[in-house]
């Protein structure tokens, strides 16, 4: 069987490795960075709903 990972004698598994681990240790801080910048959006989404809670309870009082 061939080597098919470059030319013989220049393959360095542990250079595969360790680009695989800096990789696997880069994912977790992604996901965190996406879950931090979610929270924002929900209490955005939080004060606009109580906003307009507020805004129809005046007017149904307003109305009354």
Do not use: H
Not at 33 to 50: D, E, F, K, N, T
């Amino acid at each position: 069987m061939a080597n098919t990972q470059g030319p013989q004698g220049n393959y360095d598994p542990a250079g595969s490795t360790q680009m695989f681990r800096a990789f696997v240790d880069e994912a977790p801080q992604a996901q965190q960075q996406q879950a931090a910048s979610s929270g924002p959006r929900i209490g955005l989404i939080v004060g606009i709903v109580v906003a307009v809670a507020v805004v129809a309870a005046v007017a149904w009082l307003a109305l009354k």
